[in-house]
């Protein structure tokens, strides 16, 4: 039998760091008031063999508390794990960014990362083909930075009015309840938009080798915004150092089978061994100038910026050095949102990192509560200002004045945060239903098939494809997914056609 692993040893680890003792040993148990109990393992009965009776409020409250362990898991990226560790710059950019994380070479900022799938639910299998969630919270002194990244550059759509649906057609048959595959492709079919993000689905990297042999990136355009608010376009790219490793698909199904929880275990062993993974932090830069003269829109996150007109410049690195101390109250409880910006870094014009930035903090009051942002894990900081009240509230401001203005004092605005923004511009235009689906949805793909992937790659490419595709019914739905790759090349509409021909459901 193989040598057992921090992660299963995870009870008897945690027992001898105690020294072989439970540190409340010695200490009485309690109700969840403080309140000493008489007996822990038996309930009150009227004589032995009697009905137990209301007085036996310990037991409701076990049972009540019981009932209430669960919260709505994540309507997306349910399933995920997370770690702690820092980032720390490595090359200067402070020309770019007034942000402190940025501030000097060397500086370090402590980060939180959840790794997570898309689409399945909160006990689904780590080796499935969907992309991945890499979300960063960086913690720094002028409160949280969230990059709440994929593992792919680019995304579905563009639109965030097109999220809803997209999803849907991802998740469960709403009569069967099951993964469904004409739903699957009968959206991709009908949105050209996203062919560029489902060739990455079904290229190598579909299904990455646990979450540590995986890049990261923000994905949207955001702004960088420098000294005397000179703006600057950005795109956050984090490399693995750990190399990039993908499962072989017929491995990975094996694996959702024995080893469901396959990536969380990869991740929290390695950290408890000491092995600590790192990613290396890169930015693409464009200024507003290099945007206008474009010929494509810089702030659709359908398209990559070409690395070769837009180099990769090195800015730092992060480590993940601890695991979470409780998964519920460090993992599951946190809660990252795209609209988490630190002077120094900005949103931009992306319609769906606008979509995103309402999105994110609507999902936590609905799976937090009102007062998700005093969970540690969330915002460890004292916060000032004059919101108050509502579902556990635990830092309200004391007696401090609950409006704004006031004749008793308060907080003041940062003088230092209004050089963190862009200067003002001048936005204009007529106000109507623009839809953007006439932009060129095949370029970038057919450069990703003709020049990123080797003759290897494009065969195994169209073979997963296929394999997913075999199992849609209606033949309309095929023959369009079909005719949709067609358009990026015809080699790959004819390479997926003869795989497909080798397959039975
Ligand atoms: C999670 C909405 C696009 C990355 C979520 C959640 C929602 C959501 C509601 C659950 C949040 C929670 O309960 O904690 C949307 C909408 C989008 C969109 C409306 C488009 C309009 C994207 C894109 C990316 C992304 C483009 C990556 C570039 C993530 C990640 C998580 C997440 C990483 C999990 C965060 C965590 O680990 O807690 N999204 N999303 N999403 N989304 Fe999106």
Known sequence: MSKPTPAQQQLELWYSK????????????????????????????????????????NLIEQ?????????????????GAGAFGYFEVTDDITDLTISKVFERVGKKTPIA???????????????????????????????????????????????????????????????????????????????????????????????????????????HTFSL???DRKLTWVKFIYRT??????????KADKLAGTDPDYALEDLYNAISRGQFPSWTFYIQTMTPEQAKKLDFNPFDITK?????QFPLKRVGKFVLNRNPTNYFAEVEQIAFQP?????????????????????????????????????????????????????????????????????????????????GVSKPSTVSGEEYWFNLGKEDNYTQPRCMYLNVLNAGAKDRLAKNIASALVKVTVEDIKNRVITE??????DLAQSIKSHLQNLTI
């Not at 990559?304 to 070769?308: A, D, I, L, N």
């Open 339 to 419: 609209s988490n910006l630190t002077p120094g870094i900005g949103a931009s014009a992306d319609r769906l990192l606008q979509g995103r930035l309402f999105s994110y903090p609507d999902a936590h009051r609905y799976r937090l509560g009102i007062n998700y942002n005093e969970i540690p894990v969330n915002c460890p900081f004292r916060v000032r200002n004059f919101q108050r009240d509502g579902h556990m509230a635990i830092n309200n401001q004391g007696g401090a004045p609950n409006y704004h203005p006031n004749s008793f004092g308060g907080p003041e605005v940062s003088k230092n945060a209004e050089k």
């Open 113 to 219: 990362v959840r790794f997570s799938q898309v689409a399945g639910n909160l006990g689904s299998a780590d080796t499935v083909r969907d992309p991945r969630g890499f979300a960063i919270k960086f913690y720094t002194e002028e409160g949280i930075w969230d990059l709440v990244g994929n593992n792919t550059p680019i995304f579905f759509m563009r639109d965030p009015i097109n999220f809803p649906m997209f999803i849907h057609s991802q998740k469960r048959n709403p009569v069967t309840n099951t993964r469904d595959w004409n739903m699957f492709w009968d959206y991709m079919s009908l949105s050209p938009e996203s062919i560029h993000q489902f060739m990455i689905l079904f290229s190598d990297r579909g299904i990455p080798d646990g979450h540590r042999h995986m890049n990261g990136y923000g994905s």
């Open 225 to 227: 915004i420098g000294p």
């Open 18 to 57: 105690n020294k072989k003792k439970h540190p409340d040993s010695d200490e009485h148990s309690t109700d969840a008031s403080g309140v000493p109990l008489v007996y822990k393992d038996t309930s009150i009965t009227v004589g032995k063999y009697g009905p137990i009776v209301l007085t036996d409020w």
């Open 63 to 79: 049972l009540a508390s019981f009932n209430r362990e669960r919260i709505s898991e994540r309507i997306v990226h349910a399933k």
């Open 304 to 308: 990559v910026w070409p690395q070769k």
């Open 485 to 490: 790759f067609g358009k990026v090349h015809t």
């Open 241 to 250: 150092d750990q190399g990039i490793k993908n499962l072989d698909p017929d």
